[in-house]
């Protein structure tokens, strides 16, 4: 029936007119290429118009029907929301389109994520160049971060910018560590001074002489004078300036006595005088030092004080008139010449210092008229130091209208950077912002100590500066005191869980101890990796409970731990006598089940109290080796008996192949079948399963052999027969004629053979 509807639409088929011939492959693809050409100039023209503007490339890939085109369009596009857009479009349709606007939507986000982190980056490193102190682990989080971005997408600004930011950040890492070893080595040296001014004002009211002291104070001076511009540096510095004050003091008193207790042909000053001189000298802020140079000067006074009543009488006026002496006119020239020097150096200090020494000097010799040159100049020197102190003050004044300047400045620049509505309000760095209103103070105290004029106005507009100015530093403190507070809450939480675990197991039974011990373990565990997790103590919790707080962690870490250090060698000893066990054990029948035995009772006591990792490493590694020696020798016992076994079986073997190889005709057979039977009969253990192969095999060459040597004698028992039977025949037909004399012998001859 199918055959007949099949055949019936055939012929139906056929009856129509035919069809069409098909086209050539050849007018296929002309008809192709003319259809490319016709697009190519259809859409070719508004590809390149729209280039550069990503909704006309986006419309473009959608409306053109040409692969090509799509591509070429969305390889155009720049925008993220373009190639976004593209990637949801072509989403359910066009896969290669889908897949370039996906690779290339991936590339534009990656490429903007790296440029922001780079920028980020560099904007952490700018931020670290304004700090005081560069902390080495933030340098190397930078690095490591720089290099962890993708090179080819970043840009060569952003590269070279980065670049020049760490040869930067090197250059002040090497500077400041090279600052911070002067001022280590300032430090010492200062200390040493400090030591040298001590001992020698202490020495000085004992030995008479000021040659030391003047050795201390001038390296003392020096040292003030090389000081390091650092802040760490101000308060050495001010203990240098205040001991250099006192020894100060302690060089006038000394001088002062010195010059009274010269020899009587060159004293010159009188006790009355010398005690108002003395009155007036500055105090000493030691106590025990003034008293040690009172009791001195006590002495010279009441040694002097008869000789210089009787002097003072009238039968003595010519020595009243007296001039000075040739050495203290040549003192008082010394003077006036360091005097001098100190003036040129512009050493104003200095110079004042000098100045008090010139009239020490002449209060000494206040009773005589000096040369006019010497008064000129004196009174030189005092005007030249009235006019220098006039323009220090002056000076003094324009450093004040800097520095309040620099204050506020600093305060616009904060209220600019707190201003939400500041279209490009600058960055603070708060650290390096905090720094500079300090140095701002440090300045102004220091203004002060150089006696530069400064009223109240100007002060309380310095003042109010600094203090908007502080206004973010106090925020950020606030917010770091706040962090530190909520660290130490969390800090305090984590003491209380672990202080809250029990130390004690619910029962003394194997599976309680164990569960117990791996709760102490796990919350010991967790205790510390949320511990570390906060930070270092030292940077996040408040400076006044971190002593408390590590304290507290060590207690409450040792209730923990010492009980389970003496469990865990508790159950090192025990895993000890585990090894000493297993290497006592000897090849033999049960080895294999001792050593399972002790193999479970390791795991039992793992299972019940793990050890520390390398501890438990240590111990594991002696125990398997223990072990593994012990199935070594047992494989090695195993291997020799299966050597001799196959020896055996190599002897059965040959002794098989003798006997298979035994003729049946040889003189020897016998011997050597009798011989291999008592060879056979030898004990000889064979491998299990082959025994009885190897007897089948012998018993049934054995045979062979035994049937061989029969067939032979056999054969031969017939042939003596054969022969015997033709010589009796040979000798009736001799004895019947039938056989001549001459063909007798040798038909004889041949049944011999």
């Known amino acids: 029936m199918l055959k007949w509807l099949f055949k019936k639409r055939g012929s139906t088929a056929s009856a129509e007119a035919a069809p069409a011939p098909l086209p050539t492959a050849r007018a296929t693809a002309e008809t192709k290429a003319r259809q490319a050409e016709d697009a190519r100039a259809e859409w070719l ?23 090509d085109f799509k591509l070429a369009a969305v390889e155009a596009l720049v925008s993220e929301e373009a190639l976004k857009q593209a990637e949801r479009e072509f989403r359910s349709h066009d896969r290669r389109v889908h897949r370039l606007a996906k690779q290339r939507l991936e590339a534009a986000v990656a490429k903007r994520e790296t440029k922001a982190r780079a920028q980020s980056l560099i904007d952490a490193a700018q931020a670290l160049s304004g700090e005081a102190l560069l902390p080495v682990n933030r340098l190397v989080t930078l690095d490591r971060d720089w290099q962890a971005l993708d090179a080819g997408l970043l840009d060569a600004s952003h590269r070279a910018e980065f670049a020049a930011l760490r040869e930067r950040l090197d250059a002040l890492v090497r500077e400041r560590g090279e600052l911070e070893l002067r001022v280590q080595r300032w430090a010492a040296d200062v200390t040493r001074a400090l030591a040298a001014l001590q001992t020698a004002c202490a020495d000085a009211p004992a030995t008479g002489s000021g040659a030391d002291l003047a050795l201390a104070i001038e390296a003392a001076r020096s040292l003030r004078e090389s000081k390091p511009d650092t802040a760490s540096a101000e308060a050495l510095d001010v203990s240098l300036q205040q001991a250099l004050e006192d020894a100060a003091r302690v060089d006038a008193r000394l001088t002062l006595l010195l010059a009274l207790e010269q020899p009587a042909d060159t004293a010159v000053v009188e006790a009355p005088d010398a005690v108002r001189q003395w009155q007036a000298l500055p105090p000493l802020a030691s106590a025990e030092l003034a008293r040690s140079f009172d009791e001195r ?15 003072a009488s009238p039968a003595a006026p010519a020595h009243a008139a007296a001039g000075p002496s040739a050495e203290q006119l040549l003192q008082l020239d010394t003077v006036l010449q360091a005097a001098e020097a100190a003036l040129a ?18 209060a000494r010799l206040n009773r005589f008229k000096l040369d006019d040159a010497v008064l000129a100049r004196l009174q030189a020197l005092h005007a030249e130091r009235a006019r220098l102190k006039g323009w220090q003050q002056w000076g003094g004044g324009l450093a004040r209208d800097g520095v309040l300047a620099e204050a506020e400045e600093l305060a616009r620049i904060t209220l600019a950077a707190a201003d939400p509505e500041a279209s490009a309000p600058p960055k603070l760095h708060v650290k390096a912002h905090g720094d500079a209103i300090h140095a701002l103070r440090m300045r102004w105290k220091e203004l002060d100590h150089l006696g ?26 606030a917010a770091l005191k706040a962090a530190r507070q909520e660290n130490f809450a969390a800090r305090e939480a984590l003491l209380v869980a672990l202080e809250a675990v029990p130390l004690e197991a619910a029962s003394e039974g194997a599976e309680d101890m164990a569960a117990h011990w791996k709760e102490q373990l796990r919350a010991l565990d967790r205790f510390q990796l949320a511990w570390r997790q906060l930070g270092p103590l030292e940077h996040t919790a408040p400076a006044s409970a971190r002593a408390s707080l590590q304290q507290r962690q060590h207690s409450s870490v040792e209730r923990i731990e010492a009980p389970l250090k003496a469990a865990r060698r508790v159950a090192e000893a025990q895993r000890e006598q585990l090894i000493v066990r297993a290497e006592a054990l000897k090849a033999g029948p049960g080895l294999v089940a001792q050593v399972r035995e002790l193999q479970a009772e390791w795991q039992q006591h793992a299972r019940s109290l793990p050890l520390s990792r390398p501890v438990e490493s240590t111990l594991w590694a002696r125990f398997k080796a223990a072990t593994d020696a012990l199935f070594a020798r047992r494989e090695a016992e195993f291997s020799a008996r299966e050597a001799e076994l196959a020896a055996n079986l190599a002897a059965r073997e040959n002794l098989l192949a003798r006997l298979d190889a035994l003729p049946g005709d040889a003189p020897e057979t016998p011997r050597a079948l009798a011989e291999i039977d008592h060879a056979w009969r030898q004990a000889a253990e064979l491998p299990r399963g082959a025994g009885g192969a190897v007897e089948a095999r012998y018993r049934a060459s054995s045979e062979a052999a035994s049937r061989r040597l029969a067939d032979h004698a056999q054969q031969r028992w017939q042939f003596q027969c054969d022969t015997l039977a ?15 004399g001459d063909d007798f012998a040798p038909r004889w001859a041949a049944q011999d053979a």
């Open 345 to 362: 150096d512009g050493q104003l200090g200095e110079m004042q210092q000098q100045l008090q020494a010139v009239d020490a000097a002449l």
């Open 452 to 477: 530069a004029p400064a009223n109240q106005e100007l002060w309380q507009r310095f003042d109010a500066a600094l203090q908007t100015a502080y206004q973010p530093v106090a925020a950020h403190q």
């Open 726 to 740: 033709a010589k009796v025949a040979l000798c009736e037909a001799r004895e019947s004629g039938t056989c001549s």
């Open 45 to 67: 023209p508004r590809l390149q118009s729209a280039q550069g503007n990503d909704a006309a490339l986006l419309g473009l890939a959608q409306a053109t029907p040409v692969l």
């Open 297 to 311: 000067f006590e002495r010279w006074r009441r040694a002097h004080t008869p000789a210089r009543a009787e002097a």
